[in-house]
Antibody, heavy 120, light 108 residues
């Protein structure tokens, strides 16, 4: 079973950039869609975007202007960058693997999540 | 973009009762990409059902999924104490991935 672990600062200043990394272990990053999802405190899940191992990215249109997801295959990890953050970006951020088999796609592996607060 | 609407927001039931959760899509979805997840407080979501009705590995058979077109249902036949949690449906249509707002199943 692939294991994922998020890392990065837990506090970001408003208008700055949020940066997180997700380390992939017990598996290769050379397949599947590697995804970032966030969950504001007490609220539901919001898809941020994902990157295919080839480097192709698909972003949520509501965040597209501020988001960059990248992959480093040599380190077996992928990263999130969210620019110009505000308090509304405070959330638990999850990295996850969106696995597509022969006929189905689903999230089969998740990181434990990391809380990022935006505050001065 | 497909919007998923879950109902009810909260379901208050007792252990042993049957839970029926609804997920309605704003347009016809590709069934192979419809999944359900369970989330408990402080934990990441866990895959329950994929492809509308296929149980994920290790998921008890009291969980079942059904539906087609725009209307989908997650059924828990007999609630166990560990089933009280929030449930999300999710779909992907090649360019946009959406989650429903969630249904909380709480102990009555």
């Amino acid at each position: 079973q692939v294991q994922l672990q998020e890392s990065g600062p837990g506090l970001v200043t408003p208008s700055e950039t949020l940066s997180l990394t997700c380390a992939v272990s017990n598996g290769s990053i050379n397949d599947s869609y590697w995804t970032w999802i966030r969950q504001p405190p007490g609220k539901g899940l919001e898809w941020i975007g994902f990157i295919y191992y080839s480097g192709t990215t698909i972003y949520n249109p509501s965040l597209k202007s501020r988001v960059t997801i990248s992959v480093d295959k040599s380190k077996n990890h992928f990263s999130l960058r969210l620019d110009s953050v505000t308090a509304a970006d405070t959330a638990v951020f999850y990295c996850a693997r969106y696995y597509c088999g022969v006929a189905n796609c689903f999230f089969d592996s998740w990181g434990q999540g990391t809380l990022v607060s935006v505050s001065s | 973009e497909i919007v998923l609407t879950q109902s009810p927001d909260t379901l208050s039931l007792s252990p042993g009762e049957k839970a029926t959760l609804s997920c309605r899509a704003s347009q016809v979805v590709r069934f192979t990409y419809l999944a359900w997840y369970q989330q408990k407080p402080g934990q990441a979501p866990r895959l329950l059902i994929y492809g509308v009705s296929r149980r994920a590995t290790g998921i008890p058979d009291r969980f079942s999924g059904s539906g087609s077109g725009t209307d989908f249902t997650l059924t828990i036949s007999r609630l166990e104490p560990e089933d009280f949690a929030v449930y999300y449906c999710q779909h992907f249509d090649r360019s946009f991935l959406s989650f429903g707002g969630g249904t909380k199943v709480e102990i009555k």
